[in-house]
């Protein structure tokens, strides 16, 4: 062996090592979130925490018992509007949208997925809560579903386009019009790829924080219709985060546990469950 | 043949459907860039491009706004991410699609994605309690010490500032970076491997080799990782500081675009106030389309270009 190809060796194995430190890295800001957060949650955790109204500003006990509520309701409310208007996009991407407008579709999707999610705030505060004179929880709902459509659209797409395209053709040949197979074969073969695209969408909306500051605001009651603010997990932990009372600051990390659980566990499940991509 | 017709209508009123729900993607792109145009036009009246170079942001007595410093705050802050993220970024590419053994390219890669899912408001309450105390009292201070001299590195330490900010939108863009640069590396054709191997190169010089044939999808990955930095609101606004001013140094207090809407959308009171912030808006989202818009297409093209197929 010469000289040169131990050099070689050499620096193979050292930028190697160092593509091994980069992700060694960027994998301690994930544990010490997740640790510093586990570990400062682990007191308030308790039931008044999870089921009680905020106790009045600056005084100890109360719980998030309205935020919890307040993001159920916001995130199944841009789930209704959000997941049909995207699965059908992708039932248009996969099944019927042909050459160019699909492609210009598909673009488009790409770039409103692209969209900072404070825009699509500025842009729903601008258009309804600067006309309404108010904040209201609708007005959340429909940010967060805008930020779901393009998501949904994606992940239905391609699940739709695994489906072997005999089935297509098998239903088709025993005279099944092409909308019923699109909804009761295509859609039922590939509904397991559909409905892990939605669930992830909402894991990922529950934690909007900048969208639902602009449009729903934030209340220290229980849910009151549709067309008031409501209280959520995301600006819970905002506004105790910068509070000046340490009991807060201590609830904004239980806010932040339960929130990091939901979104963390809904992340590992569906990625385990579409483990089969990595292994191709 | 009653039947027959009526199948026909409702394969056709389907069509018409999944359309419809297909054209709201671009009708919401078309509403967005109007209203936000519509929302800035008395602002845009008002201060014309002095909007963009005015330093001044006065909503109290003058009635009075320019928006350089948060133009500049949201640029630096994102160029610093950048330039920690980017190679980090890439190397856990390379190693993720060259160098590690197959068992633990998974468990790596749902690691890296996890960060992109904790919601930036983690981030910010992160920021505040765990990496800007650490930075005070560490990092900083061990920075000065070697730097000091630089005026960019001067001044009092507070740990929370334009530097803490790029640090953690770093952290944020890191998996965006990865992911999309593993996928581009993947779909490079395994013949330029088996050349590189064949002529006897290490397992470095063909990874080097990888990413220089997949440049312009790395480029892209940069790009979309940028798009991220440059919308990225509630983590950068509770660790930055919320001064409106352009600092010298990195360790002092600045402002981004988006930290600017998130901290007085709710004050605005009078017509022209809110126009401005919707211009800021409006300005925030002209950048990312931008830089979007180019690293979508680089990315498109060079995965198209490997694969033959489209974009996933």
Known sequence: MSQISRVRKWKNRLLMGLCYLALGIALVPLLSIIFVTAQKALPTLNLEFLTALPAAYGTAGGG??????????????????????????????????????????RFFDEVLSGFPSIVIGVFVWSLIVVNIHHFAAFAGSVALSILMIPVVART?????????????????????????????????????????????????????????????????????????????????????????????????????FLLIMFVLGISIIVRLISRRRYLR | MKARNQGITRD??????????????????????????????????????????????????????????????????????????????????????????????FPFSLLVELLAAIPSVIYGLWGIFVLAPTLRSSVYPAIQGILGFLPLFSGEVTGFGVLTAGIVLAIMIIPTITAVSREVFNSVPNTQREAFFAIGATRWETAKHIVSYARSGVIGAIMLGLGRAIGETMAVTMVIGNRFEIPSSLFQAGYTMSALIANEFNEANGALYVSSIVEVGLVLFVITLLVSAVARALVWRSLRMYKGASME
């Open chain 1, 64 to 105: 998030i018992g309205n935020a919890i509520q307040g993001t159920a309701i916001l995130v199944s409310m841009a789930s209704l509007i959000g997941i049909p208007v995207g699965v059908l996009t992708g039932i248009y991407l996969s099944e019927y949208g042909r050459g160019r407008a699909a492609d210009v579709i």
């Open chain 1, 156 to 256: 239905t797409e391609e699940s739709l386009k695994l489906v072997p395209n005999s089935i297509r053709e098998a239903s088709l040949a025993l005279g099944v019009s092409k909308w019923r197979t699109t909804l009761s074969v295509v859609l039922s073969v590939g509904r397991s790829g559909v409905i892990t695209g939605a669930i992830l969408a909402v894991s990922r909306i529950a934690g909007e924080t900048a969208p639902i500051l602009l449009t729903t605001l934030s209340s220290s009651y229980w849910f009151s219709g549709l067309d008031a603010p409501v209280s959520s997990l995301p600006l819970t932990i905002y506004y105790y985060a910068i509070s000046p009372f340490a009991d807060m600051r201590q609830k904004a990390w239980g806010a932040a």
């Open chain 2, 12 to 105: 056709s009123i389907f069509r018409v459907l999944v359309t419809i729900a297909a054209a709201i993607t671009l009708l919401l792109i078309a509403a967005i860039v109007y209203e936000l145009y519509n929302g800035s036009t008395a602002s845009i009246k008002a201060f014309g491009l002095s909007f963009i170079v005015g330093t001044v942001w006065d909503p109290a007595l003058k009635n009075v706004f320019g928006a350089l410093p948060l133009i500049w705050g949201t640029l630096v802050t994102s160029a610093i991410a950048l330039i920690l993220a980017v190679p980090l970024s890439i190397g856990i590419g390379i190693l993720l699609s060259e160098f590690a053994p197959r068992v633990v390219r």
